[in-house]
């Protein structure tokens, strides 16, 4: 795991290039390192392949019939300019309901550029209750699985990972964490 982490993040070394490597590195055969990547490769595109399909497809289209520039213009419209960041967290938590997180920033990245650099505002700010919502809500797989292995009721931990995701949307709290950590 730490050389995984390492590779990624101090060698930026892509996550799957980081994976082989670490294959080899730990006395894997050619054919096995191949075979595990290859099966769970598999296994990902088998049962969420369609569902990114479909988000990205969903996040295109919004892009290019200016949905989306509608859905943050009426919520710009509520809160003003100066609050971009909630804008686009709102927005994100309302996107980041039905879809999965990736095409969910598919959907939105362009907006939170343009937003961000036309605000001043940190990108950061922009994203966290799209982010906060894939990790606390299911059918998101974290949240899925979670919920499953615990055994919890589904719709509960929806409706109290709805509650629990709400701080996500106002991103005055996240810019304090930003700043005290030095990260934007």
Do not use: W
Not at 35 to 47: E, L, M, Y
């Amino acid at each position: 795991m730490v050389a995984i982490v390492l590779l990624t993040t101090r060698f930026k070394v892509h996550a799957f290039f980081a994976l082989l490597v670490v294959g080899f590195g730990v006395g894997m055969p050619f054919r096995e390192v191949l075979s595990t990547g290859k099966s769970g490769f598999g296994n990902i595109i088998g049962s969420l392949g369609l569902i990114i399909v479909f988000g990205t497809t969903l996040g295109i289209i919004m892009e290019h019939t200016g949905a989306t520039l509608v859905l943050v213009g009426g919520i710009l419209r509520l809160t003003g300019r100066h609050r971009a960041a909630q804008a686009m967290n709102v927005t994100g938590y309302v996107v980041g309901l039905p879809i999965f997180c990736d095409s969910g920033y598919i959907v939105l990245n362009g907006l939170n550029r343009g937003l961000a650099r036309q605000t001043g505002t940190a990108m950061a700010l922009m994203t966290t209750s799209l982010y906060a919502v894939h990790c606390l809500i299911p059918p998101h797989p974290g949240a899925a699985a979670a919920t499953e292995t615990l055994g919890a009721d589904f719709g509960r931990v929806i409706l109290y990972g709805m509650l629990v995701a709400i701080p996500g949307v106002h991103g005055r709290h996240v810019h304090h964490a930003i700043v005290y950590f030095n990260i934007s």
